[in-house]
């Protein structure tokens, strides 16, 4: 009996994790890191002054796949056999070829909502997979529920509704996708506030197809006229070219509405009471889109070299904010180094849940 006791009371203290991911976010596109950034983000800038800021955090790859798999798995990509995006490109006239890598992430991986989920916590996947198909989802791979995560790796039908998503029922004409997935996020938050959760909320954006919200596209069009450039400036990256300055203004729109729809869950948090017992990672799959096999791709990186899918460091910086009720000196900068695969040991750590090492490091 008094072990049954000691058991319950350090479930009801178990705390609430959130982790945000967000698709393609560069490094600079946060003012936090980048204060000369083109985008406004006002509601993770207080998410950073809250918790403590990463500047050396880095993706597992530089592409989203492998490291969604090192996220789940706390392994590295090549131990997943992940190695590209799925299903990848895997080029034939190249002098050294792609590997047979897998298309799915195997259900013989442990991953971090099954461990979370055998010590009962209600877990939670909202948006973007991109780790199998059909029998290999996040209902297949620890999650409770599952809303919008299937083996595409952008949204089907844009990000408008309706979405062609067969995890994601269409909504009303006019809604963007951002801000459903918000919505699912913070309903799934208000129904599981009296037991232990784990929501993973994966955004879509800034993930192509780039296409604005129209709730902040005029003011970034102003913005944009208000720069007077003539010439957008690229540097040539191989056979490619990485664009060296921040002016798109879709894009910045939909930075914005991520920004936004950030600030929602935290409210709800805060709102709910759930901030003093809830951790929240945010962070990106890889480097912001810059660099491409033409010019004027959506973003720059700032003064790092190249973009997602290079492994440059603008291919594998990324923002990185943690924030929760243990935070000591708010506010505070870490240039301590972070890769993908440390989300698991320090996540599983922080409720007190044993695991195997793996490739992660505890922060």
């Known amino acids: 009996l008094i072990l049954f006791i000691i058991s319950s009371c350090t479930k009801e203290e178990s705390p609430n994790i959130v982790f945000i991911l967000v698709d393609d976010l560069g490094w600079a596109d946060v003012t936090c890191n980048y204060p000369e950034s083109f985008y406004d983000t006002p509601n993770i800038d207080q998410l950073a002054e809250n918790g403590v800021r990463f500047t050396q955090a880095y993706s597992a790859n530089p592409v989203c796949s492998p490291t969604r798999a090192a996220i789940m798995t706390g392994k590295h990509p090549n131990r997943v056999n992940i190695t590209d995006w799925i299903p990848g490109a895997d080029p034939k006239m190249r002098p050294l070829l792609g590997p047979q890598d ?12 099954e461990k979370l989920k055998e010590e009962g ?30 083996e595409k790796g952008s949204p089907p ?7 062609n998503n067969p995890q994601l029922p269409d909504g009303p004409e006019g809604e963007y996708l ?18 232990p959760f784990f929501l993973f909320l994966a955004y879509y954006t800034v993930h192509t197809p780039i296409q604005a ?40 729109s939909m930075v914005a509405a991520m920004d936004e729809n950030v600030g929602r869950i935290m409210e709800t948090l805060q709102s709910r009471g759930l901030d003093k017992n809830t951790w ?16 004027n791709a959506p973003t720059s990186n700032g003064p790092l070299r190249a973009g ?25 900068v870490s240039e301590q180094p972070v890769v993908s695969m440390d989300f698991f040991t320090t996540i599983l750590t922080l409720a007190g849940i044993p695991h195997k090492k793996n490739d992660g490091e505890n922060l």
């Not at 877990?123 to 299937?150: C, M, S, Y």
């Not at 039908?157 to 979405?163: H, Q």
């Not at 009720?325 to 708010?330: F, G, K, L, S, Y």
């Open 178 to 195: 951002t801000d459903r997935l918000t919505a699912e996020g913070i309903r799934f938050i208000t129904e599981n506030k009296n037991q």
């Open 157 to 163: 039908g844009g990000y408008y509704s309706p979405y």
């Open 308 to 332: 997602k899918g290079w492994c440059y460091e603008g291919g594998i910086r990324v923002p990185l904010i943690v924030t929760g009720p243990e935070i000591t000196n708010p506010g505070r």
């Open 280 to 295: 929240v990672v945010f962070t990106s799959d890889n480097g912001g889109l810059s660099t491409l096999y033409r010019e």
């Open 121 to 150: 916590y209600k877990t939670g996947f909202i948006g973007k997979w991109h780790l199998g198909g059909e029998g290999f989802f996040p209902e297949d791979q620890g999650f409770d529920i599952n809303i919008g995560g299937h």
């Open 213 to 252: 919200s129209k709730k902040h596209i005029e003011k970034y069009r102003q913005k944009r006229l208000d720069l007077a450039i003539e010439e957008v400036p690229h540097t040539k990256e191989g056979e490619g070219y990485t664009k060296l300055l921040q002016e798109n203004a879709d894009y910045a």
């Open 102 to 113: 897998s298309d799915k992430l195997a259900l013989e991986e442990v991953t971090i909502a």
